[in-house]
């Protein structure tokens, strides 16, 4: 696989006719935020005769509009100064603190003590779900520009999530009896071998962890590396390992990112699907609604019949969160809220399985169900689909109707609503 970043990718981009105000943007914005792509992205995603309006090139490749104004001008004078790299990595951690890294409190409030010490690289937001951050797996096969794990990427370990240690994830999940449900993310799980891997999983199908139902993977290769499941040197491997998991009486979940239709086109993509599907796994698909990618109706539909023909469940239509790029990926709320009802109307009933548009916030998964007027005053109504505080799951609550507001800060309370924590 061969994989652009840094300089590369600015050669890349050069190769393929960017000007050079392109160029000197893309290595100030990649000098803050990570950029990766790989030569199944470029060549088989990118349609490099509408770039740079082409969704995937929007996706994949840096535009100075990630930052903000002040931000990317004080990098921009450092590149065009000269700077040391010394000089230019100090200023781009200064900006990695600004661009909230670790939104939703998961530092703060997610990672568990266990055995007196904080458990590195594992979060426990729900009582069901333990989030696992193989120190392995903390890379991808391409980087996504609106990312919310991008601190995992930027060679910053003060920000970075990473578990090292399984046994100490299997002490802590043994102790933890309300856990159903193990999620290896990153990063993405499989950009390990499936040796690495097995590692990880194999001491979750213990005896001792039966409460541990379901194995989930957070992946983005069926997107960006079908090949890991088709034609790697160990794809063989990594299908077994999901066979054997699904024959110890374990659901297996892969959790897809698929951000537009077009990751879907290429034939083995539907193949890497088959062969999933044909271990018993199942392949639920998500991803936030951003400008620039797949801001309209229409992707969306396409998208979700194309998963439902292929045998990919719909799962979750998100908000884009508050770090990183934000700025230049945000929708406001109403109108991801009118994305997301058009595209329902276009589908069939088999497709309208995801929901959206959904805000992982600090208190949980707030889904915006509508926009409505409740005696002469216009509100958002809400609903916790899923809450830190079990309690508060399925619970409604207002907000004023703000057509600018992006993100859950950004709203207040309505009508005396009750407000989540």
């Known amino acids: 696989m061969k994989v652009y970043s840094h300089e590369r990718l600015e050669r890349l981009a050069a190769e393929r006719g960017m000007p050079a105000e392109y160029l000197h943007e893309l290595r100030v914005v990649s000098s803050v935020l990570p950029f990766k792509v790989n030569q199944y992205v470029v060549d088989e995603l990118v349609d490099w005769s509408a770039v740079p309006d082409d969704p995937i090139f929007r996706l994949t490749f840096p535009h100075r509009d990630m930052l903000p104004p002040d931000m990317f001008e004080t990098l921009s004078a450092l590149h065009l100064a000269a700077a040391s790299p010394g000089v230019i990595r100090k200023a781009a951690r200064a900006a990695h603190a600004l661009l909230n890294p670790n939104p939703g409190a998961q530092v703060d409030a997610n990672v568990p003590v266990h055995e007196g010490s904080p458990l590195a690289g594992v979060q426990h937001k729900y009582a069901e779900t333990v989030l696992v951050f193989p120190s392995q797996g903390q890379t991808c096969h391409s980087y996504c520009g609106y990312c919310f794990r991008w601190s995992q990427f930027v060679g910053n370990a003060d920000i970075r999530q990473a578990a090292g240690d399984v046994s100490r994830v299997v002490s802590y999940l043994a102790a933890s009896p309300s856990v159903t449900d193990v999620l290896f993310t990153g990063g993405d799980p499989m950009i390990m071998s499936a040796t690495v891997l097995d590692r990880w999983v194999t001491p979750l199908l213990a005896p001792e962890l039966e409460h541990v139902r379901t194995i989930r993977f957070g992946t983005k290769a069926l997107s960006y590396w079908p090949a890991r499941f088709t034609t790697d040197q160990d794809a063989d491997d990594m299908l077994r390992l999901f066979d054997r998991i699904v024959a110890g009486g374990r659901h297996v979940a892969v959790m897809a990112h ?8 290429h034939p083995e ?6 062969r999933i599907r044909a271990t018993g796994a199942v392949i639920r698909a998500q991803a936030p609604v951003i400008a620039h990618v797949n801001d309209r ?8 019949q194309r998963l439902v023909e292929l045998g990919v469940v719909p799962y979750y239509m998100f908000v884009e969160r508050d770090t990183g790029a934000r700025n230049y990926f945000g929708v406001p709320l109403t109108r991801a809220l009118q994305i997301y009802t058009d595209s329902v109307r276009g589908v069939s009933g088999l497709a309208r399985s995801a929901r959206g548009p959904v805000m992982s916030a600090a208190p949980g998964k707030v889904l915006i169900d509508a926009v409505t007027d409740i005696g002469g005053t216009e509100v958002f109504s809400l609903r916790l689909l899923q809450a830190r505080d079990a309690r508060q799951v399925g619970r409604q609550f207002f907000a004023h109707h703000d057509p600018a507001a992006e993100w859950f800060d950004d709203l207040r309370p309505a009508l005396g609503s009750w407000w989540p924590r």
Do not use: T
Request: hydrophobic letters at 50%; aromatic letters at 14%.
């Open 258 to 265: 698929f951000s537009h239709v077009r990751e879907l086109e």
């Open 269 to 274: 993509v539907g193949e890497a699907i088959r």
């Open 297 to 304: 109706a229409e992707d969306w539909s396409a998208m979700w």
